[in-house]
T-cell receptor, first 110, second 118 residues
């Protein structure tokens, strides 16, 4: 099981770029890296997924180095509404895609 | 469009009682997942269905927990002889069957059912 390690919490000012790094030293060849966002009293919401190098969508970017033992979620110009818990998951379709860990609680400060 | 729905949104019960929690996945999604989440913790995996069958039930904590999905759509999580430690938010998610054999599904979550065992 490819466990993940993330910082427990982070603070950022509005308008700044936020980078959250996740360590997954035991990632397997078939594993993808997926990030979810969760607001209080809601279920998690998919943000982005990648396998290697860089992936970008309208919400975030995901940077994955060549060894794939870590990944960094980048949120450009955060706003107060980005205050949430962010989870990094590692796994493939056969399983192991279910381990959320404790996530990173991001607080955006005005 | 309709997302994943869960009923009830809140359930209060007494220790020792039986409860059922319902999940309606997104139409056409063949995979369905149950998680539970305690305050300050991430979602904890319980069980995963592919169609009508439980593909992975390794997360069910004990034999008081059981889940069914008889027609491959709606699922019910059943908890017998509830205990105070069962109090949590129970989350359901669904996803499409992967188009290829390798990609991880994107899971779409419902709002959860908050279970309180007194």
């Amino acid at each position: 099981l490819a466990k993940t390690t993330q910082p427990i919490s982070m603070d950022s000012y509005e308008g700044q770029e936020v980078n959250i790094t996740c360590s997954h030293n035991n990632i397997a060849t078939n594993d993808y890296i997926t990030w979810y966002q969760q607001f209080p009293s809601q279920g998690p919401r998919f943000i982005i997924q990648g396998y290697k190098t860089k992936v970008t969508n309208e919400v975030a970017s995901l940077f994955i180095p060549a060894d794939r033992k870590s990944s960094t979620l980048s949120l450009p110009r955060v706003s107060l509404s980005d205050t949430a818990v962010y989870y990094c998951l590692v796994g493939d379709y056969t399983g192991n895609q279910f381990y959320f860990g404790t996530g990173t609680s991001l607080t955006v400060i005005p | 469009g309709a997302g994943v729905s869960q009923t009830p949104s809140n359930k209060v019960t007494e220790k020792g009682k039986y409860v059922e929690l319902r999940c309606d996945p997104i139409s056409g999604h063949t995979a369905l997942y149950w998680y539970r989440q305690s305050l300050g913790q991430g979602p904890e995996f319980l069980i995963y269905f592919q169609g009508t069958g439980a593909a992975d039930d390794s997360g069910l904590p004990n034999d008081r927990f059981f889940a069914v999905r008889p027609e491959g759509s709606v699922s019910t999580l059943k908890i017998q002889r509830t205990e105070r430690g069962d109090s949590a938010v129970y989350l359901c998610a669904s996803s499409l069957t992967p188009l290829s054999g390798r990609r991880t599904d994107t899971q779409y979550f419902g709002p959860g059912t908050r279970l309180t065992v007194l």
